[in-house]
C-alpha cells in the first residue's frame, strides 16, 4: 500500500533533532524522498542513516540557512539529486533564552531574527519557482506564541506571528499557481527547549506552560509530524493560508499569571458609584 506521500520530493529544515527529526521519520514511512537540512554539527546524518536502514531514501545538506547564498545552495542541491521539488517544510528556528524583555540580550535577539525569519523568507523564496513547477506546498513552523505572545521570550512569539502572517501571504499570492502555504503551530512539546536541564526555560516558565495547557502535557514531536504529513499530502489539497494549532488547548486556555502579580498591585482602584456619577451630571 502507497503512502499518502509516495513519490513526493520533500525538503526539510531544522531535521537534526526533536519536530524536524520526527517529521522525517514520518515523512519516509509515508513514502516521500527527502533532504534533510540542518546547521553545522546537527545530527541530520545520523537521522538519515536510520531512514536509510529502514528502507528510505533521505541526503543531507549542512548550512546556515539565514545566509541568503546557503539557502539558495540548499534548494539547488534538492533539484539536483531529485529533479523537482514538491515539498518544503521550515522547521529550523531557535528559542535561546527565558528573560523579560528588558533584560533579553540584543545578540541573541538578532539571531533569532536570523533563524526564526529570515532563513523561513529566503528557504520559501528560492523554493517557490519549483514548488509552482510541481504545484507543491510549503509548511512553516508557526506556534501558539505566534498567537499569544511570550512571556519571557517575547521575541520568539514575535517571529512566530511573523510566520503566521507571511505563510498567509505566500498562500494569498502563489495560489494562482498552484502552490498551497500553511503553518502547522505547536505549544509546548516534549523536547529540549521545554525541559529546564536541557533548554533555557526557568522552573517557572516550564510550570506556568504546562499549567497553561487544556490537556495538562506536553505534545509529542510524533503528534505535530502526523499534522504535517496530511497537510503536505493530496488529501490536504483544498487547505491553503491555514494555521493549524497542535497547542494540547494552549490558545484556549486562561492560564493561572495572576498568580504572579504582587499583592499591593492586586488592590482595585476606587470605585465611583453610578449614583453619584448621574448626581454630578
Known amino acids: 500500500m502507497a503512502g499518502r506521500l ?3 520530493i520533500a525538503l526539510i529544515t531544522g531535521a537534526g533533532t526533536g519536530i524536524g527529526e520526527a517529521i522525517a521519520h514520518k ?7 527527502l533532504l534533510l537540512a540542518g546547521l553545522p554539527g546537527d545530527p541530520i546524518d545520523d537521522v538519515a542513516a536510520a531512514i536509510r536502514d529502514k528502507g528510505g531514501e533521505a541526503e543531507t545538506f549542512p548550512g546556515d540557512l539565514g545566509d541568503h547564498g546557503v539557502a539558495e545552495t540548499c534548494v539547488a542541491e534538492a533539484i539536483k539529486r531529485y529533479d523537482r521539488l514538491d515539498i518544503l517544510i521550515n522547521n529550523a528556528g531557535v528559542f535561546l533564552e527565558a528573560a523579560e ?3 533579553y540580550s540584543v545578540e ?3 539571531r533569532t531574527i536570523t533563524d526564526n525569519v529570515r532563513s523561513v523568507f529566503l528557504m520559501t523564496k528560492y523554493a517557490l519557482p ?3 513547477e510541481t504545484h507543491g506546498v510549503v509548511i512553516s513552523a508557526g506556534s501558539e506564541a505566534g498567537e499569544v505572545g511570550e512571556a519571557n521570550n517575547t521575541p520568539y512569539g514575535g517571529t512566530k506571528g511573523f510566520v503566521h502572517a507571511f505563510m498567509r501571504g505566500v498562500a494569498f499570492e502563489q495560489g494562482k499557481y498552484g502552490v498551497r502555504a500553511n503553518c502547522v503551530c505547536p505549544g509546548p512539546v516534549d523536547t529540549a527547549w521545554t525541559h529546564t536541564d536541557t533548554g533555557p526555560m526557568n522552573d517557572q516558565m516550564e510550570k506556568m506552560t504546562l499549567a497553561g495547557t487544556v490537556l495538562g502535557r506536553r505534545g509529542t514531536p510524533e503528534e505535530i509530524a502526523n499534522v504535517y504529513a496530511f497537510i503536505a499530502s493530496d488529501e490536504a489539497s483544498n487547505v491553503t493560508g491555514a494555521l493549524w494549532y497542535v497547542d494540547g488547548g494552549t490558545t484556549i ?3 493561572g499569571p495572576g ?3 504582587p499583592d499591593e498591585l492586586k488592590a482595585e482602584p476606587r470605585r465611583i458609584s453610578i449614583l453619584s456619577t448621574a448626581a454630578m451630571a
Open 101 to 103: 524583555c528588558q533584560d
Open 253 to 255: 486556555a486562561k492560564g
Open 6 to 8: 509516495d513519490g513526493k
Open 130 to 132: 519549483h514548488l509552482q
Open 259 to 261: 498568580q504572579m502579580v
Open 27 to 33: 515523512f519516509a514511512r509515508e513514502g516521500a524522498r
Open 108 to 110: 541573541n535577539f538578532d
